[in-house]
């Protein structure tokens, strides 16, 4: 079964290159170890909520933009062992590719997929 991980976050609008290179390496280290696709989305439709929101869930400032992504894996069982490796990978270590944006308010989890059409 396919197991997705799941992120959200604010970038600083002037980051957006910045981000896009970051995500690029980010991408190839995943797939490296087993990702079957990285996906990455720039907001552009993504509207204030009044109870709940993408923007209210990350905190998101005037000049951000929200950012959803997510990562396939071919089982949860590949993707227990390759964050090991992930988070070991020199090529995502901050001194090698800082993340562009404040990870503090990053929003990530993992789900079971249940539906794909």
Known sequence: ???????????????????IAHAKLGAVVFKDHGALQVVECWGSDVPEGKVTSFPMAVQRKDDETVVFSWITWPSKAVRDLAWEKVMQDPRLSPETNPMPFDGKRLIYDGFDMIVEA
């Open 1 to 19: 079964m396919l197991y997705i991980d799941g992120f959200v976050c604010a970038v600083p609008t002037a980051n957006k290159e910045k981000y």
